[in-house]
């Protein structure tokens, strides 16, 4: 069974489209973050939701918008992509909260703006 | 100054050695501290929690060093198996998430 899916594994797509990422977790788990992993493999933390509420933003532009349905589903929505939006975008969840347990990751969303 | 720093490597190593990994971290709140393991075009995953006593699992051993304000990871018996990128993470409640170092990239050769 898989801990962490995220669809599409692979995206390719133009500037200036509009484009979704999925996860769900069924692990049961209260939180649930999106990160960004560039070129470089600097993995930077975007968002996290714990029970379906925003609990971090980090900086991010507002043409990113997350939308946390339920606590096992944490979707990435991205207006009007840029070339330096190309990057692997990981999401992961985690037991309760953020500081003392371990954070499960997707597989990863390789997303390629040309 | 980054709060958490790795030394980027990286670190060719023959099987059967020895290699250590620092981290520094730069928040003296600072509570719970990690070791990630990433393989290539693949998810991190946790390779263990390090403890304020130091831990072991198996040829893994995790130290912590509040003073200096550093974490530190030694493999032992190196195999072709553990060439990987390994993240150093911090977490402090106060700032409500955890932090990633940028990783250290070890290379195992026979």
């Known amino acids: 069974d898989t801990a962490v899916s995220q669809t599409p594994k692979y995206l390719v797509t133009q500037m200036e489209n509009d484009k979704s990422i999925k996860c769900e977790q069924n692990?049961?788990?209260?939180?649930m973050y999106w990160y960004k992993q560039d070129s470089k493999k600097f993995l930077k933390i975007m968002f996290s939701?714990?029970?379906?509420?925003?609990?971090i933003n980090e900086t991010v532009p507002n043409r990113f918008s997350p939308k946390s349905p339920d606590k096992a589903h944490l979707n990435l929505h991205i207006n009007s992509l840029e070339l330096g939006d190309s990057a692997v975008y990981f999401c992961?969840?985690?037991?309760?909260?953020?500081?003392?347990?371990?954070?499960?990751f997707g597989p990863g969303t390789r997303l390629t703006v040309t | 100054r980054k709060e958490v720093e790795q030394d980027p490597g990286p670190f060719n190593v023959p099987e059967g050695a020895t290699v250590a990994f620092n981290c520094t971290y730069s928040?003296?709140?600072?509570?719970?501290f990690f070791w990630y393991r990433q393989d290539c075009r693949k998810e991190p995953k946790l390779l263990m929690s390090?403890?304020?006593s130091g831990n072991e699992d198996g040829r893994f051993t995790a130290q912590l060093n509040r003073a200096s304000q550093y974490i530190s990871l030694l493999i032992r018996d190196s195999k072709l198996s553990d060439s990987a990128t390994y993240l150093c993470v911090v977490s402090y409640t106060n700032a409500g998430k955890s932090t990633f170092g940028d990783g250290t990239t070890l290379t195992v050769k026979p």
């Open positions: 692990l049961g788990h209260d939180t």
């Open positions: 390090v403890y304020s």
């Open positions: 928040n003296s709140a600072s509570q719970s």
């Open positions: 939701y714990n029970n379906k509420e925003l609990i």
């Open positions: 992961a969840s985690s037991q309760r909260g953020w500081d003392a347990y371990e954070q499960y």
